[in-house]
């Protein structure tokens, strides 16, 4: 984000985040990152729970939008969901300068899923100073199944590492 326009509020993510999700976000609020990200708003991914160091995402899956040959929801699909939910959890523990890359994702898939409803749990499993755990459980609303998990490692970068990022 660029200097603070005349008349905005600078926020702390998660303050940023819980105005968006109960329907308080004003327009002078900012923040420095970006929210809603592109990609969530391209795939319809909705936060629907932040706090702290975790996250919720829900998705209305379609398979004739996001299906792969199989008819299921495509793997790719699924864990773009996982690191969107993982990257805005991360983003909570984020201050003025800071910034977050990750190091390491891997996806474990656990049974396919169709049309319905999906949702993304993540949370820390480890904070460090520079690296961070994360873990991500994907969930079918149809029956509460998990379809997903995903364990991701997370670089904070910081001053010039940050800047542009």
């Not at 396919?112 to 520079?130: C, F, Q, Y």
Request: net charge negative.
């Amino acid at each position: 984000m660029g200097p603070a326009e005349e008349g905005s509020v600078d926020l702390p993510v998660l303050d940023y985040l819980r105005h968006m999700i109960d329907g308080t976000l004003r327009p002078e609020y900012r923040t420095h990152m970006r929210y809603p990200t592109a990609i969530s708003r391209t795939l319809g991914f909705r936060l629907i729970v932040i706090g702290e160091a975790e996250a919720v995402l829900a998705v209305d899956a379609r398979v004739d939008r996001v299906g792969n040959q199989q008819g299921t929801v495509h793997g790719g699909f699924l864990t773009e969901l996982a690191d969107a939910a993982i990257g805005t959890a991360c983003s909570t523990l984020m201050g003025p300068g800071e910034s977050f890359t990750s190091i390491g994702l891997a996806a474990t898939f656990l049974r396919p899923s169709w049309d319905g409803g999906l949702t993304a749990t993540a949370r820390a499993t480890h904070v460090g100073r520079t690296v961070s755990h994360w873990s991500c459980v994907i969930t079918r609303d149809t029956d509460g199944k998990d379809v997903m998990t995903a364990t991701s490692t997370v670089m904070t970068l910081r001053g010039e590492q940050a800047a542009g990022r």
